[in-house]
């Protein structure tokens, strides 16, 4: 006796966080982290909206999956980068690196 | 009952470790909650019967995602990083922020979607599923992703995307010359 | 006749009955798993100390040394437990629990016999590949957690090779899934008429090689090498928190046996009864109608394969030595992936090809002459590729060990200073 919304709050609140995780942290990895909270969250609300509007069909969960192969991908590349600006500029912090700044 | 007890259960772990990764000093531990809201998620998937994505959320993400990040923080680490402040000049409105989102997310779910449990209202509860729709889910999905009509080109993009970043990943991060390993 | 069906028999239909047989079932698994630890140790001294023509154990507990183990778990838990300092304490303390969770949560889909199994999954192969992957990082947390850079590097080391050998393994558990057209345990018992094994060999023994490597047994044991890395990731830890990773060690290797045995080896399923009794046009007796008899029946065959492999899992630590580590992964990426991934296509092509009423022989005996194709065409090119090396060293006038492990180009490189 779940009703949807309650699916739809946690999946706002979780994003929300990642949201403040992706603004207000200094550190890259950090901020990728944040960003993989945001990308779950969108997962629950996609696979909730499956379960209770068209279970009989696997298009939802179809799309869900498709979302955690891009996720994981996108955070593969992205710490890639995160180590190779790491070795080159020595720091990982996300204010530091403003070489196209002005 | 049993399943409102485990829904909140689910929603304080989930929520609490997310709480825990975006503001915990030490990179190592918010790591680690990182994890156990990824377990959370995948809990919430076991609930919604989407057994084979809860799976796949703990092979994919705890099993490869996580190790990936901690091998990232291992190797870019100071050895003046645990004084360092967590947050930027942007904390304060970044909360501020996201809480308004969250309020503004908030009212438009309550406003289509009703937030009160009992039978009434649309969407209060699932509908449920016979066995035998439960049971041939997966290979529903997997028919999907070879169908033409269905989704055989977002799958085959999907490998080529991901074979692409792997190459790239690698490419990326090979190191330049030999004082950089 | 499954536990819930007596429980539903004596308190009626009603809502808690599932939650206390689930909690019966949880209960009797893991007790089980944590006491027969127990007799596994013992049986491995033992068996290992006469391969190596010495008698082991056999003081504590009359002549054969049964209560050795229980000394041990006891010395174990009175040791001091030391902390090394600068060691991250939640990281130190949660990474041997984890690895214990890890291990004994996988074993909620292993069919002990028709009616005995935790949880039915449809997704029971999955859910199993899926709890082992998470084991991987804790050894990563072990090694970082004891601040200790050797600890680390041994932890870098067994994850290199548990997460390159989780490829192998993953696809050579998916031919039979592709030949059973289901993913839970259950069904690939029911579906096998034929035992995997001796219909795709060749899968059964790749998964063989990546559950080695995957569980760090000998000779894949790097992870533990003891006489190389005195203990790899687990140095810093004593008593009873060491004692977590060896008690997972050894759940670890029973489910794998315990695995091979369900999905290559027929699990409480004798099919050469059902063939032998279709052959002669009797009725093919199934077990799992045949009610409590039936489950002992299982029980005791399921349990016989799995100590069965269990044994060959000795037999080879007592026999081989060790692979070195860049052997280790060479092997895996060179060889078994490509390998394996040869394999899964074609049987996943053979399975379409072959129209759905065919005999069940005629269907085995394809697979089997496609796997046999499969390894002559792999040792015919290692051995030309072999030759074509061994030719180079025989020109460049050194042995073929040198050019192998590069000796031969840092002694050119020296001689050209």
């Not at chain 3, 994850?159 to 393994?169: F, I, R």
């Not at chain 3, 399921?302 to 060959?312: E, L, P, R």
Request: aromatic residues 10%; glycine residues 6%; negative net charge.
């Amino acid at each position: 006796m779940i009703p949807l919304s309650w699916y739809l709050l946690v999946a706002a609140a979780l994003f929300c966080i990642g949201l403040y995780g992706v603004f207000a942290r200094r550190n890259a990895v950090a901020i990728l982290m944040a960003i993989e909270l945001m990308l779950n969250a969108v997962n629950i609300n996609l696979v909730a909206f499956w379960r209770y509007v068209t279970p009989e069909e696997s298009t939802g969960m179809a799309w869900a999956v498709f979302v955690l192969t891009v996720a994981a991908a996108e955070a593969a590349v992205g710490l890639a980068l995160v180590i190779s600006v790491y070795r080159n500029r020595d720091s990982v912090v996300a204010d530091d690196l403003d070489l196209m700044k002005n | 009952m049993f399943e409102q007890i485990l829904f909140v259960l689910l929603t304080i772990i989930t929520l609490g470790s997310a709480i825990v990764v975006v503001t915990h000093r030490n990179l190592f531990h918010a790591a680690l909650a990182l994890m156990v809201s990824f377990a959370g998620v995948a809990g919430f998937y076991i609930t919604l019967d989407a057994g084979f994505l809860a799976a796949a959320q703990l092979l994919v993400y705890i099993g490869a995602i996580s190790i990936l990040i901690i091998f990232a923080i291992m190797m870019t680490r100071r050895l003046m990083q645990a004084t360092e402040q967590p947050f930027n000049s942007q904390r304060g409105l970044s909360i501020v922020g996201a809480l308004a989102s969250l309020v503004i997310m908030a009212l438009v779910i309550a406003q289509y979607w009703p937030i009160a449990p009992n039978s009434e209202v649309p969407m209060a509860s699932k509908t449920i599923l016979e066995d035998a729709i439960l049971q041939g889910s997966v290979a529903e999905l997997g028919r999907s992703f070879v169908n033409v009509d269905a989704f055989v080109v977002p799958f085959e993009l999907a490998s080529v995307l991901l074979l692409a970043a792997l190459v790239g990943a690698i490419l990326v991060a090979w190191p330049k010359t030999e004082d950089q390993t | 006749m499954s536990l819930t069906d007596l429980l539903y028999q004596i308190f009626g239909n009603q809502p808690w009955v599932d939650l206390i047989a689930s909690l019966i079932s949880i209960f009797t698994i893991s007790t089980f798993l944590l006491l027969i630890v127990i007799f596994l140790i013992w049986l491995e001294r033992k068996v290992i100390a006469r391969m190596q023509d010495r008698i082991g154990p056999n003081r504590v507990g009359g002549r054969y040394g049964a209560l050795q183990t229980v000394a041990d778990v006891l010395k174990l838990l009175t040791k001091e437990q030391i902390t090394p300092s600068g060691a991250d304490y939640l990281i130190y303390n949660v990474a041997p629990i984890l690895t214990v969770m890890a291990a004994l949560l996988v074993w909620a889909v292993m069919p002990f016999a028709p009616g005995l199994i935790g949880v039915d999954l449809n997704v029971g192969i999955f859910y199993i590949l899926s709890v082992s992957s998470v084991s991987v990082v804790t050894v990563l947390l072990a090694g970082w957690g004891s601040n200790n850079k050797y600890a680390l590097l041994g932890g870098f080391r067994a994850v290199a090779q548990l997460v390159s050998y989780e490829v192998p393994m993953i696809l050579a558990l998916l031919v039979p899934i592709i030949l059973a057209r289901t993913m839970s345990t259950v069904g690939i018992i029911e579906a096998q008429s034929i035992p995997y094994l001796f219909m795709v060999p060749l899968a059964a023994v790749i998964f063989f090689i990546s559950a080695l490597a995957e569980t760090g047994r000998t000779p894949f044991d790097l992870l533990e090498a003891d006489s190389e890395i005195v203990a790899g990731f687990h140095i810093e830890y004593s008593g009873m928190k060491f004692g977590m990773f060896f008690l997972a060690e050894f759940i670890g290797t029973l489910f794998m046996s315990g695995l091979f045995a369900v999905v290559f080896m027929g699990g409480w399923n004798v099919p050469i009864i059902n063939l032998i009794l279709t052959f002669f046009g009797a009725q093919p007796v199934n077990f799992a109608e045949m009610g409590v008899l039936g489950t002992i029946i299982g029980l005791g065959v399921f349990f016989f394969k799995m100590f069965f492999v269990y044994m060959i899992f000795i037999w080879i630590r007592g026999t081989w030595p060790r692979v070195r580590v860049d052997q280790i992964l060479n092997f895996n990426w060179k060889l078994l992936v490509p390998i394996t991934l040869v394999m899964i296509l074609v049987v996943a092509v053979l399975d379409k090809l072959i129209p759905p009423g065919t005999n069940e022989l005629v269907r085995a005996s394809l697979h089997l002459a496609s796997n046999i194709l499969i390894v002559f065409v792999t040792l015919e090119i290692l051995r030309r590729n072999g030759r074509r090396r061994r030719m180079q060293a025989v020109q460049a006038g050194t042995e073929l060990e040198e050019i192998e492990t590069g000796a031969h180009d840092i002694a050119e490189a020296a001689h050209a200073h």
